[in-house]
Nanobody, 126 residues
Framework: QVQLVESGGGSVQAGESLRLSCAAS????????MGWFRQAPGKEREFVAA????????KYAASVKGRFTISRDNAKNTMYLQMNSLKPEDTAVYYC???????????????????WGQGTQVTVSS
């Protein structure tokens, strides 16, 4: 199983950008479906984006589509989340997640991911 470590969070103003990274260690990163989730205080963890094993397919939550871009570099065992035009409602702890799979399905349910990072805080002020 892969171990995951997020980085790149911080505090920004509305309209600014951040890029999150998720570094993976362990075997066969390229065999894992990867996803980003976030959790705001007092709210349930919610799906943000997912990317296929090859990086060729992506899926986004409606709330971030057109503003966020998920990508991965299998040679570097790293996944990214480029976040543009940030809004105060994007404030949350962001988690990366992995699921070893042979499927091409891009899951948006957090219960279907088996490995999680510790999270990185993103704060957007108005």
């Amino acid at each position: 199983q892969v171990q995951l470590v997020e980085s790149g969070g911080g505090s920004v103003q509305a309209g600014e950008s951040l890029r999150l990274s998720c570094a993976a260690s362990g075997p066969r990163f390229s065999s894992n479906l990867m996803g980003w989730f976030r959790q705001a205080p007092g709210k349930e963890r919610e799906f943000v984006a997912a990317i296929s094993r090859s990086g060729g397919d992506t899926k986004y939550a409606a709330s971030v589509k057109g503003r966020f871009t998920i990508s991965r570099d299998n040679a570097k065992n790293t996944m990214y989340l480029q976040m543009n035009s940030l809004k105060p409602e994007d404030t949350a702890v962001y988690y990366c997640a992995a699921r070893m799979t042979g499927s091409f399905t891009l899951y948006s349910s957090s219960t279907l991911y088996s490995n999680w990072g510790q999270g990185t805080q993103v704060t957007v002020s108005s």
